[in-house]
């Protein structure tokens, strides 16, 4: 069965206080992994897609990576602005719907 | 350019009561999807969409029907409402192809449902 588990399920940083958050993953075949971020009272939002190990995405202080077994997305230097939850989803191949785990929330203090 | 619009955006509901959420997307997206939110749970996939006349079951299905008349319209129908049905309630929508990019999912702001 495919499964999504993401670690941890709470974090706390001091501004600027580096770390990631993972994103560990059990499919038939990978075809795509996902990361959103959820704000309090809103939809997911989009952040990277990645297709294979190895790749990296980056987008101002997040940086997401990928392996065969699972997914960090490296938060840098955050800022207050970066709390939320962190939500990552996989797609396998030959079907039509993405499996989401159930998140990070992230807090972070200035 | 809206996106994935969802109507109502918060309702109380008694038990046994029936009620539809609407969906609306303007990106002429293909795939549509109903999912439902609940503390510690994450997305759970309801029903989902692959096009205009099509529907099919997810992982939670009981209790819900939908439909999809229109292209851009995804509708959730609880027909006597539960009180394990009281949750947050998120419509997406993507493209579908060969492209992973294709794939992303776009989500409504979501529709908060007690039932009493």
């Known amino acids: 069965e495919d499964q999504v588990t993401q670690s941890p399920e709470a ?39 990645l297709y294979s190990a190895g790749e990296e995405k980056e987008k101002e202080r997040l940086k997401a990576t990928l392996t065969k077994k699972e997914s960090f997305l490296h938060i840098t230097a955050p800022k207050p602005e970066d709390s939320a939850t962190y939500l990552c989803a996989v797609q396998a191949v030959g079907d039509d719907k993405i499996i989401f785990g159930k998140g990070t929330r992230l807090h972070i203090l200035p | ?7 109502p955006k918060f309702r109380v509901l008694k038990t046994g009561q029936s009620m539809t959420l609407l969906c609306a997307q303007d990106m002429n997206h293909e795939y549509m999807y109903w999912y439902r939110q609940d503390p510690g749970m994450g997305l759970r996939l309801i029903h989902y969409s692959v096009g205009e006349g099509t529907t099919a079951k997810g992982e939670v299905p009981d209790g819900y029907n939908v439909s999809r008349l229109k292209k851009q319209n995804f509708l959730l129908g609880l027909e006597s409402a539960a009180p394990s049905q009281t949750s947050v309630y998120f ?15 776009y989500f409504g702001a979501g529709t908060r449902l007690s039932v009493l």
Do not use: M
């Open chain 1, 11 to 49: 974090l706390r940083l001091q501004e600027g206080e580096s770390s990631s958050l993972n994103c560990s993953y059990t499919v038939s075949g990978l075809r795509g992994l996902f990361w959103y971020r959820q704000d309090p009272g809103k939809g997911p939002e989009f952040l990277f897609t």
């Open chain 2, 1 to 7: 350019n809206a996106g994935v619009t969802q109507t």
């Open chain 2, 91 to 105: 419509c997406a929508s993507s493209y579908h192809g060969t492209s992973l990019a294709k794939n992303i999912q």
